[in-house]
């Protein structure tokens, strides 16, 4: 059974990254461990460089909070300009994957909180009346009708950056490709 440390205690997403890792190992593989570290960037990332790093530092640290482990995930949630999405990381002790999720575009009301200082989770909570959203459904549940979640969004992205642990190609060298034939 695989130890997959999430870097993160958020309960929608250990859901998606467990979904996503029953999917591509088989139900039962695996054994979910949420960590709270830092992920040296701001609380609400505003680029996709930033929202990037986040994911990748989130994952550097619950590395050393359980090196034992045997994959590390993170999933940072960020805006650029107007758009909100999220960067998945995943790690073991050889590999790196990683993948962005679908993205969205947020109105103005909503913008004009995170202009103001506040996260899109505190923004979203005070305009929907629906506290600790982003723990819920999220901006995408309340956008959508639940038709998607953070969950059913971040599930997708983190089953596209576990590719490099399943499938063969990603550890072919260049001179490799005799090997699929």
């Not at 073991?92 to 909503?110: C, D, Q, Y």
Request: glycine residues 8%; contains cysteine; negative net charge.
């Amino acid at each position: 059974m695989y130890h997959v440390v999430a870097a993160t205690i958020n309960p929608a997403k250990i859901k998606a990254i467990s979904l996503a890792f029953s999917d591509i190992f088989g139900e039962g593989s695996c054994h979910i461990e949420g960590v709270q570290v830092d992920s040296g960037v701001a609380l609400q990332p505003l680029t996709n460089a930033e929202t990037r790093t986040g994911a990748r530092q989130r994952v550097m640290n619950a590395r050393q909070v359980r090196p034992e482990a045997d994959f590390w995930v993170a999933i940072e949630a960020g805006i650029e300009e107007d758009t909100a999405f999220a960067w998945m990381v995943v790690e073991n002790h050889k590999l790196r994957g990683e993948s962005r999720s679908a993205s969205f575009t947020l109105p103005a009301i909503v913008m004009k909180g995170i202009h103001e200082g506040r996260e899109l989770g505190e923004e979203m909570a005070r305009l929907t009346g629906i506290d600790n959203i982003k723990q819920k459904g999220g901006a995408i549940g309340a956008f959508t009708a639940g038709h998607l979640t953070r969950t059913s969004v971040y599930h997708q992205a983190l089953i596209l950056a576990l590719c490099p642990f399943h499938n063969k190609i990603y550890q072919l060298k260049e001179h490799d490709d005799s090997d699929l034939i």
